[in-house]
């Protein structure tokens, strides 16, 4: 049974940095799939965050790319997820989620939908 | 990128049927078969209800139904219950190796 568990800080500061980490059981990342994030900001919808592969190769939603990093440490079968100069905006609860990429034979970058998801964890912002 | 255009809101009676659609660009829904919704109620996880359109992961009702035509992806979610109140997201893979989510869809069951 696979599993993911977000974990960090439970509060972070306008204009400093966010981070999260995701633990994966049951499944080891070096395995393949790619592996994501999410963001819901409280009473809002779904956001795209990015995915990284085992291999480290990344896939960023074009609207944060400039501030995310995501990295991957397959000898603790963990991800993580880094996003700077956050404010107030970036309030948000925060998934990781695993993503195939293959189908029929055919693989893509960034992968292709989100099957296991960690419980979530809610990233206040304070200004 | 765009987020995928979902309406906000849907209701339907139990028992009844209904659809929720997806509509986004060549550039994503209708240039792939790899459109995916998803369930959440208040406050839990988001639950993959369809992928590559029309295929349900075990253990999901064959209430639920997933198909496209052209932009435009849909779910329809037959013989209504009021278990099924959420709200729906649809996300799609995109030209440029990414992902996109509509904006959701809130499912009252009268």
């Known amino acids: 049974q696979v599993q993911l568990l977000e974990s960090g800080p439970g509060l972070v500061k306008a204009s400093e940095t966010l981070s999260l980490t995701c633990s994966v059981s049951?499944?080891?990342?070096?395995?393949?799939?790619?592996w994501g994030w999410i963001r819901q900001p409280p009473g809002k919808g779904l956001e795209w965050i990015g995915s990284?592969?085992?291999?480290?190769?990344?896939s960023y939603n074009p609207s944060l790319q400039s501030r995310v990093t995501i990295s991957v440490d397959t000898s603790k079968n963990q991800f993580s997820l880094k996003l700077n100069s956050v404010t107030a905006a970036d309030t948000a609860v925060f998934y990781c989620a695993r993503s195939p990429h293959c189908f029929s034979g055919s693989c893509h970058n960034g992968g292709l939908y989100f099957e296991y998801w960690g419980q979530g964890t809610l990233v206040p912002v304070s200004s | 990128q765009s987020a995928l255009t979902q309406p906000a809101s849907v209701s339907g009676s139990p028992g009844q049927s209904v659809t929720i659609s997806c509509t986004g660009t060549t550039s994503d829904v209708g240039g792939y078969n790899f459109v995916s919704w998803y369930q959440q109620h208040p406050g839990k996880v988001p639950k993959l209800m369809i992928y590559h359109v029309t295929n349900r992961p075990s253990g999901v009702s064959n209430r639920f139904s997933g198909s496209k035509s052209g932009n435009t992806a849909s779910l329809t979610i037959s013989g209504l219950q009021a278990e099924d109140e959420a709200d729906y997201y649809c996300?799609?893979?995109?030209?440029?190796?990414?992902?996109?989510f509509g904006g959701g869809t809130k499912l009252t069951v009268l």
């Open positions: 990284i592969f085992h291999s480290g190769s990344t």
């Open positions: 996300t799609s893979y995109t030209s440029s190796s990414t992902l996109v």
């Open positions: 049951g499944y080891p990342i070096s395995s393949g799939y790619y």
